[in-house]
């Protein structure tokens, strides 16, 4: 399993390419959303391998990175910190300039990023990403039912014919191969619970409500958002308020698709990620 020291903490990666020398194509760098890994990645990536030299890592603490550092140093769950993970990790493998690839959560913290680092950055998609309201009741009640998700997570469950399909039921609109969805599940079941759950307060929280708008507004490295349709994870809606903020940020949403249109509608997806980077 190829592995690298990322500020302390070990880190999976894994290269997707079509030369095994790298540096002869550019490089665009995925990042998964919570409770997933690079895994989901993996086939949106072999799809540019003929333009692009493509790197897929997990976040700390989920896939099959480690949370914390061996040392007992501890690092927090803040997104600004996985940014910084981001810098490391870029800098570990000689990487000046990228694009970047972010889903979910990490959407946002490619967002983060952009803003500290545009010099290291051609161009970025942001997939299911957006801005919202603070909403202190359900605010709360959202950190209390995702801490009971966290926190109760048989290893069992896995072996439950269907769970997968059930688990995966709120984030699709287009079911996926049970072999995708089965990996979800299980990518899920094996996250940190550190990292599980204090990404959970660090990703909905008033903070981020006030932080995200101004880290959108201010961006200045050309950047593609891209919804899904029937996205009840983080509404189209949400991701076209971000998009509103900046000129330079251009807005895509997939139609009958939810919260994975790279594996929902694969094609639709691919074909504007190679109109938007120009190959």
């Not at 919570?34 to 540019?48: D, I, M, P, V």
């Not at 699709?172 to 049970?178: K, T």
Request: proline share 5%.
């Amino acid at each position: 399993m190829p592995d690298i020291q990322v500020r302390g903490v070990q880190h999976y990666y894994e290269w997707i390419k079509s030369s095994p020398t790298v540096g002869n194509q550019p490089v665009m760098v995925f990042l998964h959303g919570w409770g997933g890994s690079s895994r989901y990645w993996q086939s949106t990536a072999q799809a540019l391998t003929g333009k692009f030299d493509c790197l897929l890592y997990d976040l700390r603490g989920f896939g099959r990175s480690a949370a914390q550092t061996s040392t007992g140093a501890s690092l927090s769950y803040e997104l600004e910190e996985y940014a910084e993970d981001l810098a490391a990790l870029l800098d570990a493998l000689q990487l000046q300039r990228v694009y970047l690839n972010g889903h979910s959560m990490g959407a946002s913290i490619v967002t983060l990023f952009l803003n500290r680092y545009p010099e290291r950055v051609e161009k970025a998609i942001l997939t299911c990403s957006g801005i919202f309201e603070y909403d202190e009741p359900a605010f709360n009640a959202f950190h209390q039912f995702g801490g009971y998700v966290v926190k109760f997570r048989p290893s069992w469950l896995a072996k439950i014919p269907f769970a997968d399909k059930i688990f995966m039921a709120r984030f699709l609109h287009r079911p996926l191969p049970r072999a995708d969805s089965l990996s979800f599940l299980e990518d899920f079941l094996q996250a940190d619970y550190g990292a599980a759950l204090g990404t959970i307060f660090t990703s909905v929280c008033q903070k981020a409500t006030e932080v995200m708008p101004v880290e959108f507004a201010k961006l200045s490295v050309p950047t593609l958002l891209v919804a899904g349709e029937r996205d009840i994870i983080i509404p189209a809606e949400m991701g076209r308020q971000a998009a509103a903020l900046n000129e330079g940020v251009q807005f895509v949403e997939v139609a009958q698709t939810a919260h994975f249109p790279m594996l929902e509608d694969a094609q639709t997806y691919r074909q504007l990620v190679a109109d938007f980077v120009g190959i």
